[in-house]
T-cell receptor, first 108, second 113 residues
Framework: GIQVEQSPPDLILQEGANSTLRCNFS?????LQWFHQNPWGQLINLFY???GTKQNGRLSATTVATERYSLLYISSSQTTDSGVYFC??????????FGGGTRVLVKP | NAGVTQTPKFQVLKTGQSMTLQCAQD?????MSWYRQDPGMGLRLIHY???????DQGEVPNGYNVSRSTTEDFPLRLLSAAPSQTSVYFC????????????FGSGTQLSVL
């Protein structure tokens, strides 16, 4: 099956800093999504982005499908950005495969 | 509009007991799925459904059964709980099976003793 690798595995930021999270995948995809799992365990869909660039407030994402990677940018980080960020992809078929996640801690 | 609703939030079982995790969505979504989340393992797909009456296996289906009698409901059954099924379970849905955003329920934390 498709492999999804996220980097870095852990990230510690000072409040106000910017950061970039990466998601590499091993095959062509028709669906790519970014999720944030907050410290209470809730999973929130951030972006549906199989290709191109999208922005939502301080967050933006870019997927370069031909090179099989996606990037999530966090600008002016806040403590509420803490949690785990997951990338998930779907190739042919019905199964969305998740990466291992990047754990982010934003310190005040 | 409640989104995806999971019950219960917490459950403790003894080995060999059975139970059903409930999942309901009110968004008229075709696609529904169950994931389990274990430390260091990310989220793994257990079973999924692309519509009423249609279900299929994911990555880790052993020990779990599902059915989809209505568009709204997608229960997950553990027939004989084992300690290896201790995990956090998430139900998720999307409008279609192919190219749509996935929305998650709030999760069920299950411990099997």
């Amino acid at each position: 099956g498709i492999q999804v690798e996220q980097s870095p595995p852990d990230l510690i930021l000072q409040e106000g800093a910017n950061s970039t999270l990466r998601c590499n995948f091993s095959d062509s995809v028709n669906n790519l999504q970014w999720f944030h799992q907050n410290p209470w365990g809730q999973l929130i869909n951030l972006f549906y982005i199989p290709s191109g660039t999208k922005q939502n407030g301080r967050l933006s994402a870019t997927t370069v499908a031909t090179e099989r990677y996606s990037l999530l940018y966090i600008s002016s980080s806040q403590t509420t950005d803490s949690g785990v960020y997951f990338c998930a992809v779907k190739a042919a078929g019905n199964k969305l495969t998740f990466g291992g996640g990047t754990r982010v801690l934003v310190k005040p | 509009n409640a989104g995806v609703t999971q019950t219960p939030k917490f459950q403790v079982l003894k080995t060999g007991q059975s139970m059903t995790l409930q999942c309901a969505q009110d968004m008229n979504h075709e696609y529904m799925s169950w994931y389990r989340q274990d430390p260091g393992m990310g989220l793994r797909l257990i079973h999924y459904s692309v519509g009423a009456g249609i279900t299929d296996q994911g990555e880790v289906p052993n020990g779990y059964n599902v059915s989809r009698s209505t568009t709204e409901d997608f229960p997950l059954r553990l027939l004989s709980a084992a300690p290896s099924q201790t995990s956090v379970y998430f139900c998720a849905s999307s409008y279609s099976r192919v190219a749509e955003k996935l929305f998650f329920g709030s999760g069920t934390q299950l411990s099997v003793l």
